[in-house]
């Protein structure tokens, strides 16, 4: 990797200095010896590093690996707004989610897809960009409902998003306010197809342009105190 | 309920008495005079719930106007208060002392309208809005649209339609009267 | 060349256990989803899961013992197998299983528990930590229970090889430990019931508990292991509950049937009973089990 790759791009934007608790701020302390040191709280547990294109592998082990990443989509039990009541209905006997192969996996490291479910305030944003980064490499989004297109009936809200695409890459938009679950089964279906067909490949796209998408976070992410790729 | 509020006009000069309801008054009382008619009213008159404490922003009379609703769980029966403080200079004496859960509508009061309770706990913390820079977002001053559309890359296209203007074209096209 | 051989029918009872493992983990599902209503997963899911989560592109490491864990843990479940022997009479089906076998497979159960402790602790994550020291609380009372019955067999029947137990069970099943000492089967039956960590005893690694306890940081390959681990490890312990207590097996027909209705005592419980929490298990298997192995030891004194 290059040296200028491995720059720190926390320069683009660095947060307001008034959103830093005064315990985390970066200070000079005195130790017990009398030694100065110098601290930056917020910085002490991060992992400076970007993401990386991966390559897929050879035509053949990918397309099989894509067959199976297709046939096991685990979905990560987070829900936003409104949308996320019609993801529990999913495991009922009526939709049964289960036999397109999707399940539902508590924790992010172990998810391969996350629903966005609807509207989305910074706040929930700032979340759901911890979480998308953390997931291993391939994952999969899928945004549900209009507020994830355009803003739907938030449009002109202070707190809400209106284009999921600008913060981080979608695969599948389930449109409707709000969707009901044969719509999201169906949006399940055309993920399996675009899996298979190779075309799903958002994880390379946020490392390519990684850059515009933490432009974009960081623009309405005032308060920014995290990694600037939360591995 | 009547005899209350003759009590509290006769004790507090409270003005403005709406009777909404049978069991709902509406009173209106001076700044100074508010936390020690709400502390009358629990604790003599057993007003021991507290509904809500919310903000309406008069931006033309310049005045924010504070609504804490009481209710007694006995006698089943409402009294709101209302108050106006001044927008320029927004201070209101916290209530946090008669109910713990009274600092956080103060804390959303500070961050949505920026009115300041001295004192009130957690009050500075942010409540919804992390890291807002503009000014309070509920004030009638702030422009959401123009916000919205400035920060948030709107979706070009995007075209809505009067409810009733569309259906109406869609019904009735060739009719315009209908 | 005799070992060689040996390795290789090893290997091969290996590869079958994994894939018979899989089978039950995903007919259990069934069965709950058949339960529920519901069609459920399709019967290729769990392989399919393993290979997506073999090729998952990028791993993300906290530290030696983060890798570790997952070793420890299959090298318990494939410890557990290189001593058992699984088909009774068998020249080449009897792997590794020598004269004092069912200590060695008592301390593996543990070994792979204690390893994945270690490995969790290091992921950093607070659930993980929670999620160890329920799991350990847990099964260190499962054992209790477990160990009486497996000394009370000891003492009835003179020997801890596990051979030797089922070489005495032969001919006909009114010979089989069920019927001969009733009292430690039920108490290694009760404890089997935490063993595979099933409703009611799944409290830690329920996914709607904490976030799926101990495992909360594993991903990709490491999550692979040990579900590959799980697999082998429902099957072995089924098969050694087989061994001491139903006759043990003369043919891989015998040896599926019988532990997949072994399996199935546990999964058709844990359909009917909810989860009880951590400190309501630990008591549970303090109370009648704990009481029937003791009475298991003191007839056979």
């Known amino acids: ?231 | 309920m009547n005899d209350i509020i003759q009590d509290i006009t006769t004790r507090f000069s409270v003005t403005d008495i709406i009777n909404k309801r049978e069991n709902l008054t509406f009173v209106t009382c001076r700044k100074e005079n508010t936390i020690s008619l709400i502390t009358h009213l629990r604790d003599r008159e057993k007003f021991t719930h507290l509904v809500l404490l919310t903000a309406v922003d008069w931006i033309e009379d310049n005045l924010f106007q504070l609504t804490y609703i009481l209710n007694n769980p006995t006698k089943k029966i409402d009294i709101a208060i209302r108050t106006m403080i001044p927008r320029d200079n927004p201070v209101m004496e916290s209530a946090h002392r008669l109910w713990e859960q009274v600092a956080t509508y103060q804390r959303e009061l500070k961050e949505m309208f920026g009115i300041e309770f001295p004192d009130s706990p957690r009050l500075n913390e942010p409540f919804i809005l992390e890291g807002w820079n503009e000014i309070p977002p509920y004030r009638r001053d702030f422009d959401t649209k123009k916000y919205s559309t400035e920060t948030y890359f709107p979706r070009i296209g995007r075209g809505t339609n009067d409810p009733e203007e569309y259906m109406k074209s869609k019904l009735y096209p060739n009719d315009p009267t209908k | 060349m005799d070992i060689i051989n040996k390795l290789l029918f090893v290997l091969l009872g290996l590869f079958i256990i994994l894939n018979f493992g899989l089978f039950m983990g995903v007919s259990m599902r069934k069965i709950v989803a058949r339960v529920a209503r519901r069609n459920g997963v399709p019967f290729y899911q769990p392989w399919l899961d393993l290979i997506k989560l073999y090729g998952t592109r990028d791993q993300i490491s906290h530290g030696i013992m983060f890798y570790l864990g997952p070793v420890f843990r299959l090298s318990g479940g494939v410890g557990i197998f290189l001593f058992m022997p699984l088909i009774f009479g068998s020249q080449y089906f009897n792997n590794f299983s020598f004269a004092g076998d069912l200590v060695l497979i008592l301390y593996f159960q543990f070994f792979g528990m204690l390893g994945m402790a270690l490995g969790a602790g290091e992921g950093g994550h607070p659930y993980s930590a929670i999620g160890i020291s329920r799991g350990l609380s847990q099964f260190t009372t499962i054992e209790v229970p477990m160990t009486l019955a497996v000394i009370s067999l000891g003492i009835q029947y003179n020997t801890l090889s596990i051979s030797e137990i089922v070489a005495a069970q032969q001919g006909g099943f009114q010979n089989w430990t069920v019927f001969t000492n009733p009292f430690a089967t039920a108490a290694a039956m009760l404890s089997l019931l935490g063993a595979f960590g099933h409703s009611p005893f799944n409290l830690v690694k329920a996914p709607n508990e904490i976030p799926i306890g101990p495992p909360t940081e594993y991903h990709s390959t490491f999550l692979g292991v040990l579900q590959t681990n799980a697999a082998i490890l429902h099957v072995i312990e089924a098969v050694l509950f087989m061994n001491l207590f139903f006759g043990g097996a003369v043919n891989w027909f015998e040896l599926m049937l019988k532990s997949f209705l072994i399996y199935f005592w546990s999964v058709f419980v844990g359909v009917v009973f909810p989860r009880y929490r951590i400190e309501q298990s630990v008591q549970w298997f303090l109370k009648v089990p704990l009481l029937l192995g003791v009475i298991a030891i003191i007839i056979y004194m």
């Open chain 1, 1 to 231: 990797m290059s040296e200028d790759k491995n720059k720190n791009i926390q320069d683009i934007n660095t947060p307001d200095d008034k959103f830093i608790h005064p315990e985390n701020k970066p200070r000079t302390v005195i130790s017990p010896e009398g030694e100065e040191i110098h601290i930056e709280p917020l910085r002490d547990y991060f992992l400076e590093k970007r993401p990386e294109v991966i390559q897929p592998k050879s035509d053949a082990v990918e397309k099989f690996l894509n067959w199976a990443r297709a046939e096991s989509i685990w979905v990560l039990g987070f829900g936003t707004g409104c949308g996320s009541i019609e993801i529990p209905p999913l495991m009922t006997p009526r939709f049964d989610a289960f036999r397109y192969g999707v399940q539902m996996r508590p924790t992010p490291r172990q998810s391969s897809a996350i629903i966005i479910s609807g509207y989305l305030a910074i706040k929930t944003l700032k979340r759901v960009i911890r979480v998308y980064e953390q997931m291993p490499s391939p994952k999969y989004v899928l945004a549900l409902g209009s507020c994830t297109i355009n803003g739907g009936m938030y449009w002109d809200s202070y707190n809400t998003i209106n284009r999921l695409d600008h913060y981080i890459p979608v695969d599948v938009y389930v449109a409707g306010c709000m969707p009901r679950p044969e719509a999201l089964l169906a949006g399940f279906v055309q993920l399996k197809k675009k899996i298979k067909e190779g075309r799903a490949e958002g994880a390379n796209e946020y490392a390519e342009k990684f850059d515009w998408y933490k432009g974009n976070q960081k623009k309405i992410i005032n308060d920014w105190n995290m990694p600037d790729y939360n591995w």
